[in-house]
């Protein structure tokens, strides 16, 4: 398969590198100059770039009928935007706020804790992000994701950066080093605590994820998330 990559730091080069591995050709890599790109080249283009820049890349894929994984955080405000150029022109697009399994299989978990704590008002729930200081945008896409899933699934209503009010998830998010993505759900009563936490020991989980899924996607149209790729529930 011939790949683009759009966003050549952390994580695009880590997907080069797994790409590779499995026999894929990189045919682009576009790093801030996105002029002269050869669409008729690439079979699938996979963006982790930056906020200010993933929907141009996206929309600038799915004109030229180029399906298109994205993994950038922090751009959510357009999606609706990519999801209806994506249908106006019948093309392939997913994205995901992380592409690990484990994160996946962490976000069913995650659910499911959520319906099970629903009916219990004695319980809080507060969430904890840890990302390294290159980090722009907080709370990260997966700490979204997962304030969503209990949202969905429980009467709290929406989220907020550290303190929130009534029916509100607490999200607090720190920059520690070189830490590449720790991610804490707890539910706090007065006498005991419930905690489920998904800790990244490096990028490659991502890395990889995010290659299945560009690998899946080819031949299809829609507008798809990893639990399509990943058949979880
Ligand atoms: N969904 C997931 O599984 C994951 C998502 N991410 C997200 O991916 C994004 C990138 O992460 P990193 O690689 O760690 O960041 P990074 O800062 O190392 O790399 C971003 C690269 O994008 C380039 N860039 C800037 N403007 C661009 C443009 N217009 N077109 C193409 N490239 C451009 C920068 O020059 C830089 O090299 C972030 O939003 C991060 O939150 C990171 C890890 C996993
Ligand atoms: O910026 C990162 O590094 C990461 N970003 C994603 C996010 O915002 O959730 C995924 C992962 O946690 C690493």
Request: proline share 3%.
């Amino acid at each position: 398969m011939n790949i683009a990559l759009f966003g050549y730091g952390k994580m695009g080069k880590m997907i080069e590198k797994i790409a590779l591995k499995r026999n894929h050709n990189i045919v682009a890599k576009i790093d801030l100059d996105a002029t002269d790109i050869n669409f008729s080249e690439i079979d699938v283009a996979i963006d982790f770039s930056m906020p200010n820049a993933a929907y141009g890349n996206i929309k600038n894929c799915l004109e030229h009928n180029v399906p298109i994984i994205s993994g950038t955080t922090g751009w959510l405000q357009d999606y609706q935007k990519a999801v209806a150029l994506c249908k106006k022109n019948n093309g392939a697009f997913i994205y995901a706020s992380n592409f690990s399994l484990g994160v996946n299989l962490f976000f069913e978990l995650n659910s499911y804790l959520a319906k099970l704590m629903a009916p219990q008002d004695q319980y809080g729930v507060v969430m904890e992000e840890i990302h390294h200081t290159q980090k722009l945008d907080a709370p990260s896409g997966t700490a979204i994701t997962l304030a969503e899933g209990v949202i969905d699934n429980t009467n709290y209503t929406k989220w907020k950066l550290d303190s929130a009010g009534d029916r509100e998830i607490p999200i607090t998010a720190k920059r520690i080093g070189d830490t590449p993505g720790t991610h804490t759900v707890t539910y706090e009563s007065e006498v005991d605590s419930i905690e489920i936490k998904h800790t990244a020991h490096n990028r490659e989980g991502f890395a990889l994820g995010a290659v299945i899924a560009a690998e899946w996607i080819v031949g299809k149209s829609g507008v798809f998330t990893m639990k399509d790729v990943l058949n979880l529930s």
